[in-house]
Every structure is written in structure tokens, then in C-alpha cells.
């Protein structure tokens, strides 16, 4: 009231209404704008770091502040001037989704790129920042935005649940799926299970059958032959060949004649 200039700079450039707001004072921001004479205070002036006074608060997390600046005019998406950032990029890299939701509510652009071409969903999906994903996505952020590398927010995401969400995925209902039967299981209600000799009349090995009825592993070159299959007393001793006693389905092969014999 006593004519001090609102736009003094300190060493950093920071104006009163930088400090008001880093010190988290919306009180000292409210006297500050309203005592000065109208015109006076330039809330887009940047500090040393790009800044705005608004980008000061949404960092510093002081809704007040932000709510006061934007009744007073402030631009809710100017960027800073290194690297274009505007306050809900802000936000969504310091992972405050209460303020990224009061930037919304307030009529933030969702799809506002900073100088290398991303967004603030290129930075949510980026950092996995899964409730920020959601938030963004449901305000309507372009999940198909390419920055200047030509990335979308999908091809820089690497968490599977977010993905999803960029698909569209999450926000469908899950289809209720039976799980399916394991071979184990599926053995005892299977009609090929029921059956335990094969068309050659030895016991059935194949992937159906359940361990439980699977007969028990014959020694290496010895296979077990099923007892209808034994030859006949009265024959005489014959050699029989190492790859088996059958040498076609169902029928055994003849005995060999003995050496020496007619």
C-alpha cells in the first residue's frame, strides 16, 4: 500500500508471489494481490528456473495457493521456458494425483506437450504411475500422441497393468473363465482313458492315461508282454529277437527253430 514494487526479483528471480507461494502462504499471496494497484503484479512472470508462480505451487503441493492464482487469472497452462513443462506435467512427474485432478477439474489441457513433444500421459506411463494413468485417460488424454521421437504414451510404457489401461483393456469386465482341465484330470473322464489295452493288445501308454493307471516302466530292451501272450509250454526253447516279442499287432511271432534241429 505504501508503493513497494510486487515484481522486485531476489537473487533466484523469484517475485513476492514466488515466495508466497514456495513458503506455502496463500494468506501473504492473497494480501500481496490484494493490496497491490491493479496491474502491478504479472503472474506469468518467470524465475530463473522457467517458472511460473503457479508452477511454485503445484510443486510445492499448496492447493490454496493454486486455486488463489487461478481465480486471479493465471495461466493454468503456461510452461516454464526450459523445458516447456506446463503445471499438470508439473504434477504428474511429482506423482501428486490430487493435484493433477484440481489442474483437471480446472480446466487443464490433458494432451499439452512440453518441447520434446510429450504429454503428461507420456510421463504418467513412462514412470508407471498407475493412478495417474487412469486419471488421465478417463479426462480424455490422447493415448496415440507421438512426442519427437515418435513415441506414444503406449510404446514408452513398461508396466503390463498400464498398458492395459491404455488399450482399454482394464476398463472391461473379465470374461468368467472355467480353468481348463489338466491332463491329469482329464484322464479319469475321458472315454480313451477307460480303455487300458491298445489295438496290439499291450497297455496303453499315451498322455490321457493318469499316472495312477499307468502300468509300471518295463527294464531298458525288456518290454513286458501281456500273460495271454506267453508261449506254450510244450514248444520247444526258441530265440526270440531283442526288439520284442511281437512282430505284428495281436500276434506273437512263431518260435525260431533250435540250432542243430531239422
Same mark, same amino acid.
Given at each position: 500500500m505504501a508503493g513497494?514494487?510486487?515484481m522486485a526479483l531476489d537473487r533466484h528471480g523469484q517475485t513476492a508471489a514466488h515466495l508466497a507461494c514456495e513458503h506455502r502462504s496463500p494468506t501473504c499471496l492473497r494480501a500481496l494481490l490484494d493490496s497491490a494497484a491493479p496491474g502491478t503484479v504479472d503472474l506469468e512472470a518467470r524465475n530463473y528456473d522457467g517458472l511460473t508462480a503457479l508452477h511454485v505451487a503445484v510443486n510445492m503441493e499448496c492447493p490454496e495457493a493454486v486455486l488463489l492464482l487461478l481465480e486471479r487469472g493465471a495461466d493454468i497452462d503456461a510452461v516454464d521456458i526450459k523445458s516447456g513443462r506446463s503445471p499438470l506435467i508439473h504434477a504428474v512427474e511429482n506423482n501428486s494425483l490430487s493435484m493433477v485432478q484440481l489442474l483437471l477439474q480446472h480446466g487443464a489441457n490433458v494432451n499439452a506437450q512440453m518441447y520434446s513433444g510429450s504429454s503428461a500421459l507420456h510421463s504418467a506411463s513412462g514412470r508407471g504411475l498407475l493412478p495417474l494413468v487412469r486419471?488421465?485417460?478417463?479426462?480424455? !488424454?490422447?493415448s496415440g500422441l507421438k512426442n519427437c521421437h515418435n513415441d506414444t504414451p503406449l510404446m514408452v510404457a513398461r508396466s503390463r497393468r498400464v498398458i492395459d489401461i491404455l488399450r482399454g483393456k482394464a476398463t472391461r469386465p473379465a470374461p468368467a473363465s472355467q480353468p481348463e482341465p489338466s491332463p491329469e484330470r482329464s484322464a479319469t473322464t475321458s472315454p480313451e482313458s477307460s480303455s487300458l489295452l491298445s489295438s496290439n493288445g499291450l497297455l496303453s501308454t499315451s498322455p490321457s492315461s493318469s499316472p495312477s493307471q499307468s502300468p509300471p516302466k518295463d527294464p531298458p530292451g525288456f518290454p513286458m508282454a501281456p500273460p495271454s501272450f506267453f508261449l506254450p509250454p510244450?514248444?520247444?526253447?526258441?530265440?526270440?529277437?531283442? !526288439?520284442?516279442v511281437l512282430r505284428a499287432p495281436g500276434r506273437p511271432m512263431p518260435p525260431s527253430p533250435a540250432p542243430g534241429g531239422s
Amino acid at each position: 500500500m505504501a508503493g513497494a514494487s510486487p515484481m522486485a526479483l531476489d537473487r533466484h528471480g523469484q517475485t513476492a508471489a514466488h515466495l508466497a507461494c514456495e513458503h506455502r502462504s496463500p494468506t501473504c499471496l492473497r494480501a500481496l494481490l490484494d493490496s497491490a494497484a491493479p496491474g502491478t503484479v504479472d503472474l506469468e512472470a518467470r524465475n530463473y528456473d522457467g517458472l511460473t508462480a503457479l508452477h511454485v505451487a503445484v510443486n510445492m503441493e499448496c492447493p490454496e495457493a493454486v486455486l488463489l492464482l487461478l481465480e486471479r487469472g493465471a495461466d493454468i497452462d503456461a510452461v516454464d521456458i526450459k523445458s516447456g513443462r506446463s503445471p499438470l506435467i508439473h504434477a504428474v512427474e511429482n506423482n501428486s494425483l490430487s493435484m493433477v485432478q484440481l489442474l483437471l477439474q480446472h480446466g487443464a489441457n490433458v494432451n499439452a506437450q512440453m518441447y520434446s513433444g510429450s504429454s503428461a500421459l507420456h510421463s504418467a506411463s513412462g514412470r508407471g504411475l498407475l493412478p495417474l494413468v487412469r486419471t488421465l485417460v478417463r479426462s480424455g !488424454a490422447d493415448s496415440g500422441l507421438k512426442n519427437c521421437h515418435n513415441d506414444t504414451p503406449l510404446m514408452v510404457a513398461r508396466s503390463r497393468r498400464v498398458i492395459d489401461i491404455l488399450r482399454g483393456k482394464a476398463t472391461r469386465p473379465a470374461p468368467a473363465s472355467q480353468p481348463e482341465p489338466s491332463p491329469e484330470r482329464s484322464a479319469t473322464t475321458s472315454p480313451e482313458s477307460s480303455s487300458l489295452l491298445s489295438s496290439n493288445g499291450l497297455l496303453s501308454t499315451s498322455p490321457s492315461s493318469s499316472p495312477s493307471q499307468s502300468p509300471p516302466k518295463d527294464p531298458p530292451g525288456f518290454p513286458m508282454a501281456p500273460p495271454s501272450f506267453f508261449l506254450p509250454p510244450s514248444s520247444p526253447p526258441g530265440f526270440l529277437p531283442f !526288439a520284442g516279442v511281437l512282430r505284428a499287432p495281436g500276434r506273437p511271432m512263431p518260435p525260431s527253430p533250435a540250432p542243430g534241429g531239422s
